[in-house]
């Protein structure tokens, strides 16, 4: 009865690591779509991070510059790895340890505790093998051949087998971290503890966007085994694993060995302090979940806010800024965003790229299409992250509130959506950027600049009105219909057209004033006719997102009422 439990329950686990309870009622099975997208992102990148390591083991480079070509990349491997998974636990943060649900459904059947935590662990552990795995599939296959492949067969097996121990064990440094800080937090009480788990979520994955784009760069061997930058890379963990993964593959230089002895013992405190922080949850917390509430009390912050024009108007967008301020989950969906674009603005600020098209002088406190890319990048970023927390509800089982109440769809209804976009994503992106640009910039190209921000703004807030028939945070969804795969690569495509068309924005704020004033003028006008088109539409609330019929019907009808067989 044990093993079955446990294996019912490891099913259980393993498959909620994505919150059912915000899904639609029509999303039977449509949780494999999503996985399966994610799975698909993950092999994209580790055949493009494949590719780059067999052409860098194959080039045909003077052996100082082909060794730290080799290094670089193999270093780039193991951060690589290590971000995947610190955002993988970050994403997974609120599903690593039981919740009042699981206490409260399972705790009056006949189930040991022991297997409760044993499934749990088991099921973490699955997803973090299958995460580094799919990961590291294809790179792995072409990294022997790249970096070994004159070693011949032994060694190519032999750097087979260390790229996977060390993959896994800079992912389970990662993880077992995410899991000791979270173990920790869970020493304080249970509110404190909600109000805290938030903010660390949100700083740990900063902290691991931040670290992977500012990592350091070496031009020869002699530089990286230098003792005084020796003292810097002992603070940086994935250095710490590049240095195991020379000594496992027996090619480690003597200076690298205080490295790899930090990964050993970074890897053991890691996992004893995962093991503690389980250990911590079996004997504390699960009475905590069971006798203290989650709820947390409002800010008293927000208990007025200003009117934003009727009172359905104002009720809608006072309730989006109530919910994202008290809701964790929303919370930490924009801070995702917000990270996406915080290690693209890292990214660009240290592309040679765009550093060759600063001007010359302080590239700070003048016009430069770094500050420009940066802004609009913060702008996309907050929009649609507001957007996809709206398509969240905060508690399906609640929507029935909304549907007895006389809410249409129509324009005051897409007003108050409007509203709340603007109120949440557009104006704080806006307002930051223009604090920033009026203290660095001069007030003329700064103006120009904050009045093309604030167009871009109303078009991508439009844009993301199109399809949208909800009240923010209260209707179901589906999520094979969230293509983050393709939106990850739109955002890399953003950068590129945003660095090619940032130095057209330039000219014209500081050469040409006929420039600036064609630019305003073809912003408006798209903006004008997408809030048009978005006016035009004449459709009710969608609260359940239904997926579309795998047999269509014709709705063909006989007499005019009977419909035809």
Known sequence: MARLQFRVLYRQFLFRMVDLELLSRAA?????????????????????????????????????????????MEHFLIATTMLVVGLFAVISWDSMFPDRRDVLVLSPLPIRARTLFLSKAAAVATALCLAVGILNALSSLASPFGFAAASGGLGMLRLFGVYWVTMLSAGAFNFGLVLSIQGLAQLLPRQQFLRVSATLQIAAF????????????????????????QRLLGWLPSYWFFGLFQQLN?????????????????????????????????????????????????????????????????????????????????RVTLSFYMGLAFAFVLFITKAPVLQTMAPAGDPWHQVNPQMMVASILVMC?????MRVAFAMPIDLRANWIFRVTPIRGGQDCRNSVRRSLFAL????AWVA????????????????????????????????????????????FLPGKTHYHIAIMAYVALVVLLGEGAEIERSALVESGLRLATLLTVLGVVAALLRWRTDSLEEGIEFEDIPAPAVMVLGLTRDGTSPVS
């Open 433 to 476: 950027s223009a604090a920033v640009f009026c203290w660095l910039w001069p007030w003329r190209p700064a103006a120009g600049h904050l009045t093309i921000l604030g167009l871009i703004g109303i078009i991508l807030a439009e844009v993301c009105l199109q399809s949208f028939r909800k009240i923010p945070f209260t209707c179901s």
């Open 381 to 385: 970023s907050a929009v649609v992250g």
């Open 425 to 428: 994503g557009v104006a704080p």
């Open 206 to 229: 900063f902290l691991f966007v931040s670290m992977y784009f500012l990592q350091l760069p070496f031009a020869s061997p002699s530089d990286l085994l230098s003792i005084q930058n």
């Open 28 to 72: 039977q099975g449509d949780i494999n779509g999503l996985l399966g997208k994610f799975a698909a992102l993950l092999l994209f990148l580790s055949l493009w991070l494949g590719a780059i390591a067999f052409g860098v083991g194959n080039l045909p480079l003077p052996p100082a510059v082909r060794l730290i070509a080799v290094w670089a």
């Open 250 to 330: 027996g090619t480690m230089p003597e200076a690298l060995a205080l490295l790899a002895r930090r990964a050993w013992i970074g890897l053991a405190a890691s996992l004893g302090g995962a093991a503690a922080a389980y250990l911590i949850c079996y004997f504390r917390t699960l009475r905590k979940i069971a006798e203290q509430a989650d709820i947390l009390p409002g800010s008293a912050g927000l208990r007025w806010l200003p009117p934003f024009g009727g009172l359905l108007e104002t009720a809608i967008a006072q309730f989006s800024i109530r919910t994202l301020f008290r809701s964790r989950r929303h």
